[in-house]
């Protein structure tokens, strides 16, 4: 099997358990109690954790290895899958948003940080943005295929509360499966996956200061603009269509198909960019597809009926995954693969840590408002990143802006 089809591999399985559970992680909540607001407080618990997290975490797979790490996340996530099945009040659903924001932060960056290393360590750097590009449509597809099974597995399901958990037991053994895949397909890096605890604490040191350092300074700020943007689009979907349905179970049924097509929609997508990447730069690109998608979230603030709501998600997840992969390739452009999960991890603790802190404000938004009012604030953050995007594109690219020091 190649080094793309191993790579893709592991990541649908990944992707597939999320998709699982996308449809029904905000309504299982809402049937058991919880408001909106109350929802926008526990999943706010996730992105304080990721905040904490997330750049000791792409240190500890840039010094003790990918698969290790990876392995260790995917195990992470079947213990929250398990906390939210059982889960009644606002605590319980906060203890399981906050170990997913641990599995979040330890798993933003191994898997992606290893198809890199071994890219570039064959001489084959100019497959990545492509590669990544093609990462983003099997993503899509893999999330629509578990968003459909799981708007089947809810439809099956007689009791509603019962219903709305059963996705979450769907999710924990296909993360089994990965980390089996794991432990079979991801081959050993050596220039980069090798243990070293000193080199973690080198390797963290060196993290904080991409924080503020030259290479990712306007990526992180983009990203965290970009995480209020994507947290409006992932919390007022069902929330809107609740609002014309008295049944949240039966939102839950309709969310699994309108999720599938999403994220299907959005693979088509990615790999549509992938061709375009041969010939336009990544900057561009990037630029481009942020702004689409801030137009698609204020078409969802303005739509009036269910249809448009849902054709304006679509448009949405149309240019969402093609907008990551090129922006992770303006990151590995300009660091090395010294630090390139910890990287990874800057860029992603800026996204869900602004989106967890958004979530409390969106949340409070939608019910002091409206949902409508999310959305467009949703919109205005999406219309901030693509103009701190357009700056970030123009740093120099082509050459690495973070070097580690010389090693013993």
């Not at 990721?50 to 000791?56: A, G, K, R, W």
């Not at 929250?80 to 605590?91: E, G, M, N, P, T």
């Not at 990462?135 to 893999?142: E, I, L, P, Q, S």
């Not at 050993?188 to 996956?193: A, E």
Request: neutral net charge; hydrophobic residues 60%.
């Amino acid at each position: 099997m190649s080094l793309r089809a191993r790579f893709l591999t592991i990541l649908a399985l990944r992707w597939l358990a999320t998709g699982l559970i996308i449809p029904v992680s905000l309504l299982l909540p809402l049937s058991r109690g919880l408001s909106v607001a109350e929802i926008g407080l526990v999943t706010a618990a996730q992105g304080v954790v990721v905040l904490v997290l997330e750049i000791p975490s792409g240190a500890l797979s840039d010094s003790w290895g990918r698969r290790q790490v990876l392995i260790v996340s995917a195990l992470v996530a079947v213990t929250a899958y398990v906390i939210a099945i059982s889960a009644q009040d606002v605590l319980a659903f906060a203890a399981s948003w906050a170990v997913m924001g641990v599995f979040r932060a330890l798993d933003s960056g191994p898997l992606e940080a290893w198809f890199v290393d071994a890219e570039r360590a064959r001489g084959a750097a100019d497959e990545v943005p492509r590669g990544l590009a093609h990462a983003g449509a099997v993503m899509g597809v893999a999330i629509a295929a578990g968003s459909l099974a799981s708007g089947g597995l809810v439809f099956v399901a007689d009791e509603s509360d019962v219903a709305l958990a059963v996705p979450y037991v769907a999710a924990m053994v296909v993360t089994l499966a990965q980390i089996v895949a794991a432990l079979v397909l991801m081959d050993r890096v050596p220039s980069t996956d090798r243990p070293d605890q000193k080199g973690w604490a080198r390797t963290l040191a060196e993290g904080v200061g991409l924080v503020s350092g030259p290479a990712l300074r306007w990526f992180a700020i983009a990203m965290m603009f970009s995480g209020i943007g994507v947290s409006a689009l992932e919390m007022c979907l069902p929330v809107r269509l609740d609002e014309f349905s008295a049944d949240t179970a039966a939102a839950g049924v309709a969310m699994g198909p309108i999720s599938a097509v999403a994220w299907a929609v959005g693979g088509a997508g990615s790999a549509e960019v992938a061709r375009v990447l041969r010939h336009r730069p990544a900057a561009s690109v990037a630029t481009a597809l942020v702004a689409m998608q801030a137009v698609a979230l204020l078409g969802m603030a303005l739509a009036g009926t269910p249809p448009l709501l849902v054709g304006a998600f679509w448009a949405a997840y149309a240019v969402h995954l093609g907008f990551g992969a090129s922006f992770n390739s303006l990151v590995h452009d300009r660091v090395d693969d010294a630090h390139r999960a910890t990287a990874l991890s800057v860029t992603s603790m800026a996204f869900l840590g602004a989106g967890a802190a958004g979530g409390i404000g969106l949340g409070a938004l939608s019910d002091a408002v409206s949902p409508s009012a999310a959305l467009a604030a949703g919109a205005l953050a999406l219309t901030v990143t693509t103009c701190l995007v357009a700056v970030a594109g123009r740093q120099r690219s082509g050459a690495t802006l973070i070097a580690p020091p010389d090693r013993p």
